[in-house]
């Protein structure tokens, strides 16, 4: 089992930045895969950011185009920890931001076995 703990969320400005780090614990051998995912009210919940290990020992990064250029994922595996650097928010950015982790990863929520229970981003105009 591995167990996910998201923090750093909070209210911020639009134009504002926040980061947001996700510590994992347990059986982190399983999580070569961590990304993030959101879920506005009444919305289903949209894949953010991933990365997972690539060939030659580096980290693939991938983002969905609504934040492409404005956030940055990246993880320590000394600690365990997974990041989400968010920059220039927007009020539509706003949601409840979820860690995942797992073997498969990608832009599919099915490629992750394992999930924290969230926190909170708000955006005001």
């Known amino acids: 089992q591995v167990q996910l703990v998201e923090s750093g969320g909070g209210l911020v400005q639009a134009g504002g930045s926040l980061r947001l780090s996700c510590a994992a614990s347990?059986?982190?051998?399983?999580?070569?895969?961590m990304g993030w995912f959101r879920q506005a009210p009444g919305k289903e919940r949209v894949f953010v950011a991933t990365t997972s290990w690539s060939y030659g020992n580096t980290y693939y990064a991938s983002y969905a185009d609504s934040v492409k250029g404005r956030f940055t994922i990246s993880r320590d595996n000394a600690e365990n920890a997974l990041y989400l650097q968010m920059n220039s928010l927007k009020p539509e950015d706003a949601a409840v931001y979820y860690c995942?982790?797992?073997?498969?990863?990608?832009?599919?929520?099915?490629?992750?076995?394992?999930w924290g229970q969230g926190t909170q981003v708000t955006v005001s105009s």
């Open positions: 995942a982790a797992g073997l498969v990863g990608g832009a599919d929520a099915k490629g992750y076995d394992y």
């Open positions: 347990g059986r982190t051998s399983v999580t070569s895969a």
